[in-house]
């Protein structure tokens, strides 16, 4: 079973639109983290945003925010007022164990979702 | 601070050859990482250190070898290159959690491989 899925292939928004891309993930610890990263064409890896499994609140990182439900083992990335620049694809990972996601094993990804922002 | 480099960024390697490819990290840190990514998917892990000297195997580490001779730098061996390795490599670090509340993986710009 996929650990980390992302259902969401491509998505078109409308420049100024907020966007929500989904995630769920799969996991039977109760100590894990999860991580969103934005891919642009040039293909360099860039953190946006990071949740721990025991943190009460919603990360929120600038326009970035998490919406993270636990119970449905769901960790939405919320980007309000798209910009062009947010052209790019992004992709949702896991890192289980340690403390919330702080051990040393290396993240999950998912397959990502490819957003398109439009003029 | 450079960061998370790599060394090369391109290479084209002809099946049964062998190449070594370099990540190095001026920023200290105690894990890092080698990932792989092919089209259409996420990055996948294949080998992580945890400190000087220590490897281990993670998702997809058949057919590489990895070495952490100092902190600072962790390789990736091909020993004889296959069609299948084609991909685009991605080597990463950060940080142990118990020296840090920073959880993030820091990632290099990645090093295109094909193998023909």
């Known amino acids: 079973a996929q650990k980390i899925t992302q259902t969401q292939p491509g998505m078109f928004v409308q420049e100024k639109e907020a966007v929500t891309l989904d995630c769920t993930y799969d996991?039977?610890?109760?100590?894990?983290?999860l991580f969103w990263y934005k891919q642009p064409s040039s293909g360099e890896m860039i953190f946006l945003i990071y949740?721990?499994?025991?943190?009460?609140q919603n990360a929120t990182e600038g326009r970035y925010s998490l919406n993270f439900q636990k119970a449905r083992k769901s960790a939405n990335l919320v980007i309000s007022a798209s910009q062009l620049g947010d052209s790019a694809m992004y992709f949702c990972a896991m890192r289980e164990g340690g403390s919330s996601g702080g051990g040393a094993d290396g993240l999950t990804f998912g397959k990502g979702t490819h957003l398109i922002i439009q003029p | 601070n450079a960061g998370v480099t790599q060394t090369p960024k391109f290479r084209v390697l002809k099946t049964g050859q062998s190449m070594t490819l370099l990540c190095a990290q001026d920023m200290n840190h105690e894990y890092m990482y080698w990932y792989r990514q092919d089209p259409g998917m996420g990055l996948r892990l294949i080998h992580y250190?945890?400190?000087?000297?220590?490897?281990a195997k993670g998702e997809v580490p058949d057919g590489y070898n990895v070495s952490r001779l100092k902190k600072q730098n962790f390789l990736l061996g091909l020993e004889s290159a296959a069609p299948s390795q084609t991909s685009v490599y991605f080597c990463?670090?950060?940080?142990?959690?118990?020296?840090?509340?920073?959880?993030?993986?820091?990632f290099g710009p990645g090093t295109r491989l094909t193998v023909t």
């Open positions: 949740q721990g499994s025991y943190d009460q």
């Open positions: 996991t039977s610890d109760p100590s894990y983290g």
């Open positions: 990463a670090s950060s940080y142990s959690i118990l020296s840090s509340g920073d959880y993030e993986q820091y």
């Open positions: 250190s945890v400190g000087e000297g220590t490897t």
